[in-house]
T-cell receptor
Framework: GENVEQHPSTLSVQEGDSAVIKCTYSDSASNYFPWYKQELGKRPQLIIDIRSNVGEKKDQRIAVTLNKTAKHFSLHITETQPEDSAVYFC??????????FGAGTQVVVTP | EADIYQTPRYLVIGTGKKITLECSQT?????MYWYQQDPGMELHLIHY???????EKGDLSSESTVSRIRTEHFPLTLESARPSHTSQYLCASSEGLAGVGGTQYFGPGTRLTVL
């Protein structure tokens, strides 16, 4: 089955700097890669996703890149703000719809 | 408004009790999921369903059961609650797009405490 590894587990950045979170997956059949943000006490919320026929996608300050050959994808947050502080999860899914999540990255943005 | 609803939001019960956590979605999604998550930690898949009368076990399924009699409803039952079941339980659903994975949406969660 699918295995998703996520690094780092914690990330502390200064406000205004960039943050990068990396994930690797094992199942070559995976074709959908979402990223979720979970604030304390709240449900995970989708922030950006990418499909296997696309190499990069951007939405304002966040972007995701996908390298299918190397089986890894990354989340990039630019110009970080205190409200970006949260736990971020990557995930991989195939057409069967079963999701495998990474272990999460605790991002702390310090003013 | 299309959404996923979970009840109860909070539950405190004694060891050995049988409980059912409710999950309903009004988005018309075929696929539904149950996850267990300690605060800020990894999501562990308990059960999932591809549609009515279809259920599959995840990683932590041995002490719980699910049913999918209606598309919109996916309840989770713990036959005999134990303190180790204390956690947050998240229900989710996703579209059943043929050939590609669909976006997964989460409910607000049920925070369970077993004394």
């Amino acid at each position: 089955g699918e295995n998703v590894e996520q690094h780092p587990s914690t990330l502390s950045v200064q406000e205004g700097d960039s943050a990068v979170i990396k994930c690797t997956y094992s199942d070559s059949a995976s074709n959908y890669f979402p990223w979720y943000k979970q604030e304390l006490g709240k449900r995970p919320q989708l922030i950006i996703d990418i499909r296997s026929n696309v190499g990069e996608k951007k939405d304002q300050r966040i972007a995701v890149t996908l390298n299918k050959t190397a089986k890894h994808f990354s989340l990039h947050i630019t110009e970080t703000q205190p409200e970006d502080s949260a736990v971020y999860f990557c995930a991989a899914s195939s057409s069967w719809g079963k999701f495998q999540f990474g272990a999460g990255t605790q991002v702390v943005v310090t003013p | 408004e299309a959404d996923i609803y979970q009840t109860p939001r909070y539950l405190v019960i004694g060891t050995g009790k049988k409980i059912t956590l409710e999950c309903s979605q009004t988005m018309g999604h075929d696929k539904m999921y149950w996850y267990q998550q300690d605060p800020g930690m990894e999501l562990h898949l308990i059960h999932y369903s591809y549609g009515v009368n279809s259920t599959e076990k995840g990683d932590l399924s041995s002490e719980s059961t699910v049913s999918r009699i209606r598309t919109e409803h996916f309840p989770l039952t713990l036959e005999s609650a134990r303190p180790s079941h204390t956690s947050q339980y998240l229900c989710a659903s996703s579209e059943g797009l043929a050939g590609v994975g669909g976006t997964q949406y989460f409910g607000p969660g049920t925070r369970l405490t077993v004394l």
